[in-house]
């Protein structure tokens, strides 16, 4: 007789998503319908899914350029490698590049398109401060997005988010230089920009909340990966004491990245919940210690 | 589904197989026959120590087990540690049909009881007048691929891929490559 597995399921966390999914749709609709009436944004359309297929498809080279992460290979970092094989054959993953920063700040990352082309990164600091079990869990927090697609999922749900946010550029820009003669489209130029600015509002706000899920559902991936949830707990401990501490100068930089990085890095306190790309420490530490709880059979 | 667990970012660990793990016992006759290979006596299984009450209880229910294993088939066995956190229970016996059967066993005993996420490989080791030649099996795969250390790290490509092929005829081979992962300084 087969044992139930002891992690169970999260079903709170997955209405979340599906709550957040169908608001993000609805959201959609009605713009799209809005938008029909305005053919000529067809193009903008067009645009728009161009500049973020590029941005989708070119975003692992993109992010290690930009963050100066550097592919290692197995004789540059055995121990990270071998974890790295150990968790895959666990989970049953292709095995994705493994890059090193070179950065005191401690923290990880990963990207790519898809599985094949994904790249989990983590910062020099980070192998400095966490012992193995604790890098473990974040390098099975990072496999989890990939094998989540989260790359893929956060690029689909932002598409019309984007669109929304050209238009609102776009209708602004010309409602201002040539609206004034004529009424008619003036008038128009000014509803779409409203309907931009509103749709924008929503969606970022959707998107950020779906984010959080996602960060929630790879802590989780992460527990059942390793087996090991205080893991996970002791390293992200680890990880934001030791962000608070660090100036933020230099961390402008990876800013636009957050929403990959296993904790943000920025300096947070003044950030409402609400905008941020990442669940506050105490609650993912929360979930972390409920799965600690009925691992051990006590619910 | 899979398209539902991407969506909701659900982890659902691929189940263990351990059927194919006895292919290996004809194998090991063409091995022997074909290719001079004999087994070095030993094997191993490798699997994530869960820090949990119950995981600890199994280990004390494994330890019986292998007890026992020891009075009737004269099986030894061995619990190590490796640096990664992964628990190796080495076993040692001349006979190869028992070493494959108290792997199976203890492969179905961690799978009974729930704990079979972490279960990474087992480890047959065989020789070849100086040399060690490993074949190792994956339970998420459910295959087998060779893995033949050489001094500094290095690996012997070439009669890997030559095992690889010629196993093929009597081993569900994993026909993968990138896949066949080193497995260093192996506790056997």
Redesign the interface.
């Known amino acids: 007789?087969?044992?139930?597995?002891?992690y169970g399921k999260d079903t709170g966390?997955?209405l979340r998503?599906?709550l957040t999914?169908a608001l993000l749709i609805i959201v959609y609709l009605a713009f799209l319908t809005l938008l029909s009436f305005y053919l000529d944004f067809i193009f903008l359309l067009i645009f728009a899914a161009l500049f973020v297929f590029l941005q989708f498809y070119f975003a692992d080279k993109l992010v290690l350029w930009s963050t100066g992460a550097k592919i290692v290979s197995?004789?540059e970092a055995?121990?990270l490698h071998?974890?790295v094989?150990?968790l895959?054959?666990?989970?049953?993953l292709?095995?994705p590049r493994v890059a090193v920063i070179n950065s005191p700040v401690p923290n990880a990352f990963a990207t790519g398109r898809n599985q094949k082309s994904a790249v989990v990164a983590v910062t020099t600091g980070l192998m400095n401060k966490l012992d193995?079990?604790e890098l473990?869990a974040v390098l099975g927090h990072e496999l989890?997005h990939v094998?989540?697609?989260?790359m893929l999922?956060i690029t689909i749900a932002s598409f019309l988010s984007t669109v929304a946010w050209f238009i609102m550029r776009f209708s602004l820009y010309s409602s201002l230089f040539r609206g004034g003669s004529r009424d008619k489209s003036a008038g128009a130029g000014i509803i779409i920009f409203l309907v931009s600015l509103l749709v924008w509002l929503i969606s970022y706000l959707l998107i950020r909340a779906l984010s959080r899920?996602?960060e929630f559902?790879?802590d989780?991936?992460s527990a059942?990966?390793?087996?090991?949830p205080?893991a996970l707990i002791s390293a992200l401990l680890k990880i934001s004491g030791a962000m608070q501490r660090v100036p933020t100068k230099d961390l402008r930089e990876v800013e636009g990245l957050n929403a990959f990085f296993i904790i943000p890095a920025l300096s947070g306190g003044s950030i409402m919940a609400l905008f941020s790309t990442h669940p506050p420490i105490e609650k993912r530490i929360a979930r972390l210690e409920a799965m600690e709880r009925t691992?051990?059979?006590i619910r | 589904m899979r398209v539902l667990d991407v969506l909701l970012g659900r982890v659902k660990p691929a189940p263990s197989k351990v059927d194919a793990l006895f292919s290996i016992s004809t194998a090991y006759v063409m091995l022997e026959t074909k290719l001079d290979l004999h087994h070095a006596g030993a094997a191993g299984i490798c699997f994530k120590i869960i820090p949990s009450t119950a995981f600890e209880r199994l280990q004390v229910d494994l330890e019986e087990l292998l007890d026992l294993a020891r009075r009737e088939t004269a099986t030894e066995f061995e619990m190590v540690k490796d640096e990664l956190g992964f628990l190796w229970i080495v076993l040692r016996d001349t006979d190869f049909e028992d070493l494959v059967t108290t792997l199976h066993l203890i492969s179905e005993t961690l799978i009974e009881n729930g704990f079979d996420d972490q279960l990474l490989s087992s480890v047959f080791k065989f020789n070849k007048e100086a040399k060690d030649i490993y074949l190792i099996y994956t339970y998420k795969r459910g295959s087998f691929y060779p893995f033949v250390p050489l001094k500094g790290r290095e690996r012997d490509v070439q009669y890997e891929l030559k095992l690889g092929a010629l196993l093929e005829a009597e081993l569900p081979v994993e026909k993968n490559r990138e896949t066949w992962y080193p497995l260093w300084d192996l506790p056997l």
Do not use: F, H
């Open positions: 007789m087969k044992q139930k597995k002891w966390l997955s998503m599906v999914g197995p004789q055995p121990q071998t974890l094989e150990r895959c054959t666990v989970a049953d292709p095995k193995t079990q473990e989890t094998k989540n697609r989260d999922v899920y996602r559902a790879a989780r991936g059942i990966i390793t087996g090991n205080p691992l051990e059979g």
